[in-house]
Every structure is written in structure tokens, then in C-alpha cells.
DNA sequence: GCGGAATGTAGAT
DNA sequence: TCTACCTTCCGCT
């Protein structure tokens, strides 16, 4: 569910409220115990996001450094503060403990900050290296400062599967999700159903703007967890002009979107502004 | 109130 | 290729 902005969002705030401080870790659910009880009592000295991939750094004794987690397509993080008031995360709004995976809480008295992860795919302890293996196996991240947008082209432009597939493979774009591949192409003017090889350097030059654009403009607007069918309209404001917004007309030409199933997901595209 | 889909992908088979 | 994750949203009764 999440796209990587969300991830930079959560990673911003693990930076903000939790970095430099001693956590207690728990998992209620269980399923995590082991790994809480290695990350408890251990301080928070760094949060990075790669992609759609969190990376929690903890000093302290000895044992795995890095808590990795993907949130897949329901995970997500939820915020609270000392008297329990939710400051970040509309989802997962249930006092049920149950499902809680993880729990990190830092602080004391009123300035306690809670962190409780739900329906994570992934949730696992690693050393630098196994993160190594994971930063190498993804492309450049246009949210990253340092991202290398040429890594993507490479494997772009050698591919005959469409653009739009390729714009959801991770070892092309990092955190890219079903949005952006829709929204990226519009922007650079390219129908998704064009294969990679046929998408010029220039063009790729412009989708990655647009992808870094949108992406890092996203992660200001923070707190867009998920947007919805009723209120992602309001709260994306003019910044979606196709995603699930198939037979309307462009908000550009006034053509009717067009929308098919590709890598067995919708996408979207405007015959006219998007030429093949 | 109920059932299926969804902004995703690692790991099992 | 299938399943896990086990959530929220939305459309249908």
C-alpha cells in the first residue's frame, strides 16, 4: 500500500522524535519477540530510508545493528504521544495489541513518543552487510539526495517490457509505486505502454525529474499515509492527474483517460497527451 | 453488515 | 506461481 514517500515520511520521524534516545521495545503480537528483546534497551542513533525499505541503526551492545522492515501492502506505522493521542497515522487506530508486531517508546512523562508497526511483510534484524546487499540491489531513489538516475536508465533502456512495468521495478526506480508509473509518464509526455528501449535518454531524463518532483513534494505534505478514492482528490490537491481516474476527461485536453491492466495492475494514460 | 480489493514484494513451492 | 501480511476502504446487500 505504502509508496516509498511514506517510508521517507516514517523515516523522518523516527529521526526526529526517536534518534539519540534509549528505547523500550516490545512485541505484543509475538511474532517479534526475539527481536525486540535484542533492540531493547538500545539507543536509536540513526533512520534511513531506501525505496520502500526502512532502516532502523542502533548503537549499544553487540548483535545485529540495523532493523529492517518493508511494510509491504497493509503495513504501516502509527504515532502516539505520552497520553496516548495519535500524532501520525491515520490506519491501525485500535487499542488491540494483538496485531502489534513492534513497539518502540522512547521518553519520559509527557514527552514519551510511541512507535507501533502493524501488518509489516517484512520485519528482521541484519548486519551492514545484508544492507549492503539490499541498497545494491535497488536502483536510484529520486527522493535520495545522491541518487544516480543513470542506474535506472541503464536497466530502462535495454528492456522491451513497457515503461510502465519497468517504472514499478524496484531495480529501476526505488519507491516508485502504482502512482508514480502512472503520473511520471504523463508528466514526460510518454504513453506507459511504450517498451523501455524505445524511450529516448531525454525522455528518461524528464521522467526521472518529474518522479523526483512528485515524489519529494509528497514527502513534504508528510502525513498522506493513503489516499483514498473519496479525499485523495482533496488532499493531492491538482498533483494527480490520472491515478484512478479512468473515462474522466484530461485535465489537460479534455480526452477521456485510458486505463488496461498491465503487470496485472491498472494503468492509466491520456491518448492524446501521452503519445506512443 | 459483509466480502473483496488495494499505493507491494519476499519467500515458499 | 502462490501465499503471507491481517490493515482500511468501498461497493454491495
Known amino acids: ?29 509475538g511474532r517479534f519477540a526475539a527481536g525486540a528483546a535484542a533492540l531493547d534497551g538500545r539507543r536509536l542513533t540513526a533512520a534511513e530510508a531506501y525505496g520502500k525499505h526502512l532502516f532502523l541503526r542502533f548503537g549499544g551492545r553487540s548483535g545485529p545493528p540495523l532493523l529492517h522492515v518493508h511494510l509491504g501492502l497493509i503495513g504501516g506505522w502509527n504515532w502516539y504521544d505520552g497520553s496516548g493521542e495519535l500524532l501520525a497515522g491515520r490506519r491501525f487506530r485500535g487499542p488491540d495489541d494483538s496485531a502489534v508486531r513492534l513497539r518502540l517508546r522512547a521518553g519520559r512523562g509527557a514527552a514519551v513518543v510511541t ?23 535497488l536502483g536510484p531513489d529520486p527522493i535520495r539526495g545522491n541518487a544516480d538516475s543513470r542506474r535506472g536508465w541503464e536497466r530502462l533502456h535495454r528492456s522491451s517490457a513497457a515503461l510502465g512495468t519497468l517504472l514499478l521495478r524496484q531495480d529501476v526506480v526505488a519507491g516508485a509505486g502504482l502512482i508514480w508509473r502512472c503520473e511520471a509518464p504523463f508528466a514526460a509526455h510518454i504513453d506507459p505502454r511504450r517498451p523501455g528501449r524505445a524511450v529516448t535518454e531525454i525522455e ?24 483514498t478514492r473519496s479525499e485523495h482528490r482533496a488532499s493531492w ?20 483517460i485510458e486505463s488496461q491492466q498491465m503487470g496485472g495492475r491498472l494503468v492509466w494514460w491520456c491518448p492524446s497527451c501521452q503519445p506512443y
Not at 512507535?115 to 541498497?135: S, Y
Not at 490537491?237 to 477521456?256: A, I, K, N, Q, S
Request: with cysteine; aromatic share 6%.
Open 1 to 29: 500500500m505504502p509508496e516509498g514517500h511514506v517510508v521517507h515520511v516514517d523515516a523522518r520521524r523516527f529521526g526526529q522524535r526517536l534518534r539519540g534516545h534509549t528505547v523500550r521495545a516490545s512485541s505484543p503480537q
Open 237 to 256: 490537491g491538482d498533483e494527480l492527474y490520472l491515478f484512478r481516474r479512468g473515462g474522466e476527461p484530461c485535465r489537460v485536453c479534455g480526452t477521456p
Open 115 to 137: 512507535a507501533e508497526l502493524r501488518g509489516a511483510m517484512l520485519c528482521e534484524l541484519i548486519d551492514m552487510e545484508h544492507a549492503a546487499m539490499i541498497h545494491t540491489r
Open 204 to 227: 528518461w531524463q524528464a521522467i526521472w525529474a518529474a518522479l523526483q518532483t512528485m515524489m519529494r513534494a509528497a514527502v513534504r505534505r508528510g502525513g498522506a499515509e493513503r489516499t
